[in-house]
């Protein structure tokens, strides 16, 4: 075991003590990494490509000069390892080590600074020596809400990656707790894994997959098999569920600038009929898929002659509708509201896009703005008696709310006033002390000037 103060003074003996006990890390042998453990991780667990590691290190030259570390900053580094997100060195030792281990690793130039070096602190052509501790390690995040983490146990070829629409053939190795309930090959489109009995988590990770990639899925239940779970698979609802996949081959679908309008016009038809299909089968998210394939597609198209433009009219504006309503049965209301003001942007007056963002300012409680909406209902179909139902609810809201204020301010005072009175007492009291001492010192000072003045 070697430390920082270990290291010689010249590059030939740190090379030489580094090949008498170190290990080189690199893929083809050359010498490029030689690793020297300090400490043994605890668990055996090592990073898999794309994982979020955290590390501290420290780096030096060979003469020992210290160029950077993070202990001296007080900040640990996080990075997605194998990536190229840092020096070429660090992923290969970094992937090489065990959760909590501490290493030494020597780097050719090649692996770290290269030729030209780092103007002020490395010079050109140098190796250098970097003190890693590998602190924490995550798979990889799909999802801004962390539901679908990913970490890869093969790395695929080339650059491109299946997108919706896209036949893909996959192995699939699907686990709940432990128990394997899935396991074949199978093919589906993406966008529509659900017709295959397969999660969405697995739908929605394949456009970050590339060919021969072999990766583990970790799904909350949300991407999983929810509420509902999987009785043919005998998964319960609120699951979370693990998937080792192996993309074996995909056919990516066109692109939409690869289409012409009339090709992306018969398409729309069957993917809307395929949204609503999962619409009504409580697949939300399978529907929300289709409906945005719509909007890619026809979002920026202005067609020719008044047919063609009102048929792209109305498939966007039933495309933003529909998803308003999908993002309201999940929850998101701000998709709502996003949704609902593109439709009111191409039709002011739309019932069901004003209703529907009247419904989800209701649930965020912001009672007048979801007023003004059933309001403009009304005045486009004063017949609504929905909208009218739902006034009477902001108007309660609003009330109970203006109660609540009313409730708190009132504590609010009734806190100040009784403050305030303890205050003045104790103010009242210190200026009586105040006084009496006062008072008291002026006497002692009266009575001193007495007895020194002559008789």
Not at 34 to 41: M, S
Not at 79 to 96: E, P, R, T, Y
Not at 350 to 355: G, I, M, V
Request: aromatic share 8%; hydrophobic share 35%.
């Amino acid at each position: 075991m070697t430390t920082d103060q270990d290291l010689p003074m010249d590059g030939q003996s740190a090379t030489a003590l580094f090949a008498a006990k170190g290990i080189d890390v690199t893929t083809n042998k050359d010498q490029g990494v030689i690793k020297v453990v300090k400490r043994q991780g605890i668990d055996g667990e090592r990073p898999m490509i794309g994982d979020k590691v955290t590390v501290h290190y420290t780096g030096r030259l060979l003469n020992g000069k210290k160029f950077d570390c993070s202990r001296d900053r007080k900040e640990l580094f996080s990075f997605n390892v194998g990536k190229g997100q840092v020096l070429k060195a660090w992923d290969i030792g970094v992937m090489s080590m065990q959760r909590s281990e501490m290493c030494t690793l020597l780097c050719k130039p090649e692996y770290a600074y290269g030729t030209a070096g780092n103007p002020d602190k490395i010079p050109p052509n140098s190796s250098v020596v970097f003190e890693m501790e590998l602190l924490k390690l995550e798979g990889e995040s799909l999802t801004d809400d962390g539901g679908i983490l990913r970490r890869i146990k093969a790395k695929g070829d080339g650059y491109t990656n299946p997108n919706d629409g896209a036949s893909v053939d996959v192995h699939l190795e699907g686990s709940c707790g432990g128990r394997l309930f899935d396991f074949r090959d199978v093919s589906f489109i993406v966008g529509e894994a659900e017709d295959k009995g397969i999660a969405l988590g697995v739908d929605r990770a394949m456009d970050k997959m590339q060919k021969g990639e072999c990766c583990i899925l970790y799904l909350k239940s949300k991407y999983g098999f929810g509420s509902e779970g999987k009785p043919e698979y005998k998964i319960g609802p609120d699951k979370d569920i693990v998937y080792e996949v192996t993309l074996k081959d995909f056919q990516r679908a066109k692109e939409s600038w690869e289409m012409d309008l009339k090709e992306k016009l018969d398409l729309a038809a069957g993917v809307k009929h395929k949204g609503n299909q999962y619409f009504k089968a409580g697949r939300y998210y399978q529907a929300v898929i289709q409906y945005q394939r719509i909007v890619s597609w026809l979002e920026m198209e202005c067609g020719t002659g008044k047919d063609q433009q009102q048929t792209i009219r109305d498939f966007i504006l039933t495309s933003h509708l529909n998803l308003a309503l999908c993002f309201l049965r999940i929850k998101e209301f701000s998709q709502v509201v996003e949704n609902c003001n593109k439709v009111i942007e191409l039709d002011e007056g739309n019932e069901k896009a004003l209703y529907r963002r009247g419904e989800a300012r209701l649930l965020r409680n912001e009672f007048s703005l979801a007023m003004a909406d059933f309001q403009h209902v009304l005045h486009v179909n004063p017949s609504n008696r929905a909208a009218r139902a739902q006034i009477s609810i902001c108007q309660g809201k609003i009330k109970e709310h203006h109660e609540l204020d009313k409730k708190t301010y009132a504590n609010m005072f009734q806190k100040f006033a009784e403050r305030d009175a303890k205050t003045g007492k104790t103010k009242r009291r210190r200026d009586d002390n105040m006084r009496s001492s006062i008072n008291g010192e002026i006497g002692i000072k009266r009575r001193r000037r007495s007895q020194d003045c002559p008789s």
